[in-house]
């Protein structure tokens, strides 16, 4: 079936999930679903006998290809696309309020690109150092309430992604940097600019926030990751020889 092509390319990743029966239910949801790829980052419980009982036997070859990691970075370096989930909204939080806009927006993405869907602990969600590894923010809307039970989280999500894919041909995005490589350009640029003393070095991540944010909307790829880190080496070059051509007069 042609949704395939992008649900083959969509990870669900469930970051410090409490209980292991919701991991087993977010499978199973996923599996309904079609997509087939679930990641579990530092798990309180990670039972595996409670997890197939609630996957039951349908969705057994999502719990048995399931991957577990120790961090969120290590997690999510090979993706090229993250998004997070999260209930709370706000100006340092803005996020797609619709699983269906979110998904039209993320399968042309996904076409040619690893994308992970992020979720947070279930007493307390994704924190600000998670979100700032997430591209985009998604918000289901709710009455009153807005505490969702994971697995019914990840079945909403994952229900928008599966008829969004159904519904004709999606655009084509090019292969984007992965999560690993934006990681060492925002370490590269922060360092550069806290040298050069464009940010405060007592208060970076206020600026390199922005900087991330103007990244996230401009989709950077892989070359052009290359190309920003070049001219930051080669800032750094200058920098150092002005410094010890600088050095060398004074001892004339």
Request: proline share 5%; charged share 25%.
């Amino acid at each position: 079936m042609r949704e395939h092509a992008e649900l083959a390319n969509i990870a669900i990743v469930l970051h410090r999930p409490r209980y292991a029966e919701n991991i087993g239910a977010a499978a199973r949801a996923m599996r309904n679903m079609g997509i087939k790829e679930l990641i579990v980052v530092d798990p309180q419980n990670c039972d595996l006998t409670r997890i197939l009982k609630m996957a039951t036997h349908a969705a057994s070859d999502v719990v048995e290809e399931m991957q577990v990691f120790d961090t969120l970075e290590e997690a999510l370096a090979p993706f090229h696309f993250v998004v997070g989930t999260t209930a709370r909204c706000g100006r340092q939080r803005p996020v797609i309020e619709s699983p269906a806009v979110l998904a039209q927006r993320m399968l042309p993405i996904a076409r040619n690109n690893r994308v992970a869907v992020l979720f947070g602990p279930e007493d307390r969600g994704l924190t600000n150092e998670d979100i700032h590894r997430c591209q985009w923010l998604v918000n289901i809307p709710t009455n009153e309430f807005a505490s969702l039970n994971l697995a019914q989280a990840v079945m909403i999500i994952c229900y928008a992604l599966f008829t969004s894919s159904r519904s004709g041909p999606v655009a084509h995005v090019p292969r984007l940097a992965s999560r690993h490589e934006l990681d060492g350009m925002y370490a590269q640029v922060k360092d550069i600019l806290v040298r050069i003393c464009y940010i405060n070095p007592e208060n970076p991540d206020y600026w390199m926030g922005k900087i991330r944010h103007f990244f996230t909307r401009i989709q950077v790829t892989a070359k052009e990751v290359s190309i920003i880190r070049g001219i930051c080496r080669q800032m750094n070059w200058y920098a150092q020889k002005r410094h010890e051509d600088g050095k060398q007069s004074k001892e004339q």
